[in-house]
T-cell receptor, first 116, second 114 residues
Framework: AQSVTQLGSHVSVSEGALVLLRCNYS??????LFWYVQYPNQGLQLLLK??????LVKGINGFEAEFKKSETSFHLTKPSAHMSDAAEYFCAVSDLLTGANSKLTFGKGITLSVRP | DAGVIQSPRHEVTEMGQEVTLRCKPISGHDYLFWYRQTMMRGLELLIY????????DSGMPEDRFSAKMPNASFSTLKIQPSEPRDSAVYFC????????????FGPGTRLTVL
């Protein structure tokens, strides 16, 4: 069974500071990994995803994440936080085993606050 | 494309009443997912369909919940009878046939059961 761990529920950074949101996964087969963002009163929107190939993945709004198999991690980073980045962020994992019928398993989410 | 469409956006009902949530997936998508989001339990997958057929309903909390997909462009999630603990935001999402394809989420229905 797959699982995702997002440690902590809330991260607060100053505007312009580095954003680092941690995600660790558990999967018995090579995973597919995703980061989604949810703005208040909205649905989830894909930030980026890792399937195969390059382990450093770039997404929208200046975010990127690196797949590290040895650490079973897929941490999300952004060099300089903007006020508009304040939102809830979800890491999710899927797998190759079940093929096209695979489903996403989400972490509990992390709320990012950005201080002026 | 209009994206995933959900209705209503907000629903307030009284305990014991029947509630029906509706979803129109993105045209051409083969998969449709229903999720529930609460503060306590986070985002939970309730059920998902492939080509209108339910594949996995293991997340449906109890028999009071049922979901249908009569055609490729419409799905419903029904709660009968509703209870206060069903209060949550319910999301519908759809995805193309490739398993690396992105799941696109609707705006959600905020359900309050009094």
């Amino acid at each position: 069974a797959q699982s995702v761990t997002q440690l902590g529920s809330h991260v607060s950074v100053s505007e312009g500071a580095l954003v680092l949101l941690r995600c660790n996964y558990s999967s018995s087969v090579p995973p597919y990994l995703f980061w989604y963002v949810q703005y208040p009163n909205q649905g989830l929107q894909l930030l980026l995803k890792y399937t195969t190939g390059a382990t450093l993945v770039k997404g929208i709004n200046g975010f990127e994440a690196e797949f590290k198999k040895s650490e079973t991690s897929f941490h999300l980073t952004k060099p300089s936080a903007h006020m508009s980045d304040a939102a809830e962020y979800f890491c999710a994992v899927s797998d190759l085993l079940t093929g096209a019928n695979s489903k996403l398993t989400f972490g509990k989410g992390i709320t990012l606050s950005v201080r002026p | 494309d209009a994206g995933v469409i959900q209705s209503p956006r907000h629903e307030v009902t009284e305990m014991g009443q029947e509630v029906t949530l509706r979803c129109k997936p993105i045209s051409g998508h083969d998969y449709l997912f229903w999720y529930r989001q609460t503060m306590m339990r986070g985002l939970e997958l309730l059920i998902y369909f492939n080509n209108n057929v339910p594949i996995d309903d293991s997340g449906m909390p109890e028999d009071r919940f049922s979901a249908k997909m009569p055609n490729a462009s419409f799905s419903t999630l029904k709660i009968q009878p509703s209870e206060p603990r069903d209060s949550a935001v319910y999301f519908c999402a759809s995805r193309g046939r490739g398993y690396t394809d992105t799941q696109y989420f609707g705006p959600g229905t905020r359900l309050t059961v009094l």
